[in-house]
């Protein structure tokens, strides 16, 4: 069946960068698009970014609030997705799920994804 089993979690201070990584399987992942979402504490959960793979061009999408900071990435090779996070405010901290759907093109809602890791936690110390 299909798993994805985030990491790269952790505390850090405001300023500072992490790197978070989806390992993938049971799917065939350079076909599906993947995103990250988060839960902030006492929040809904939400869209930070997708990346879609068409014929090997990578598009992607990213909510405003972490446009110029974030990068979302995938190594198809790896079965992998990535979530790069620079100059990391307090407000980032969540806990940070990756996911993965069959439809083609880019989505910012969380229904619209089949697949669920269980979530990375990122704590932003002030």
């Known amino acids: 069946q299909v798993q994805l089993a985030e990491s790269g979690g952790g505390l850090v201070q405001v300023g500072g960068s992490l790197t978070l990584s989806c390992a993938a399987s049971?799917?065939?992942?350079?076909?599906?698009?993947m995103a990250w979402f988060r839960r902030p504490p006492g929040k809904e959960r939400e869209f930070v970014a997708a990346i879609w793979d068409k014929y090997n061009h990578n598009y992607v999408d990213y909510n405003d609030f972490v446009k110029g900071r974030f990068t979302i990435s995938r190594d198809n090779a790896k079965n992998t997705l990535y979530l790069q996070m620079n100059s990391l405010k307090p407000e980032d901290t969540a806990v940070y799920y990756c996911?993965?759907?069959?439809?083609?093109?880019?989505?910012?809602?969380?229904?619209?994804?089949?697949?669920w890791g269980q979530g990375s936690q990122v704590t932003v110390s002030s």
């Open positions: 996911a993965a759907r069959s439809t083609v093109g880019l989505g910012t809602k969380d229904y619209e994804y089949q697949y």
């Open positions: 049971g799917l065939t992942f350079g076909g599906y698009t």
